[in-house]
């Protein structure tokens, strides 16, 4: 569903990645998120951000599942009156720890374009700092509809095409006698 007032996309045409995509299915949505890594600028539509959240949980779900399953996921032994987390506790925390660190740029960028598409600034995003209120207000920020006015933070890329024909290179020195 495309927001009201902005323009329909041509049937078939690819949208650029500078463009929010909406209506993304499911893969296009993680690709873009990936394909976008570190890109603050632009909008990104709902679909864009919740097909990604969707894919964050459902990957640390998995991780978390078979941690439990193969015993390992908040295993410890006691001894000697402390805690001793078992070496599969430490491989599926530092899988899962793994997984933030290489998605934490792209979530905070996605963030930021998201809260661009529902016209507001992407330092919003610094409202989930604020104790239990705060990720609650970005998340209802995050759920707003698109906001035509949101166009104000897109930046196509368009590159300078080169001149149609250069001038011919001045002919080669004699060699020296």
Partial sequence: MQPMGQPYQQPGAPVPDWAPYYGASFGVAFQRFFRKYADFTGRASRSELWWWVLAWV?????????GNATGNMGAAMYRNGEFHF???YWLFASLSGLVWLATIVPWLAITWRRLHDANLAGPFFFLSLI???GIIILLVLLALPSNPQGARFDRPRTYATPPAAYPPAAPPAPPAV
């Fill in 58 to 66: 459902a990957i640390e779900f998995v991780i978390n599942i078979i």
């Fill in 86 to 88: 078992t070496p599969g």
């Fill in 131 to 133: 104790p239990f209120a």
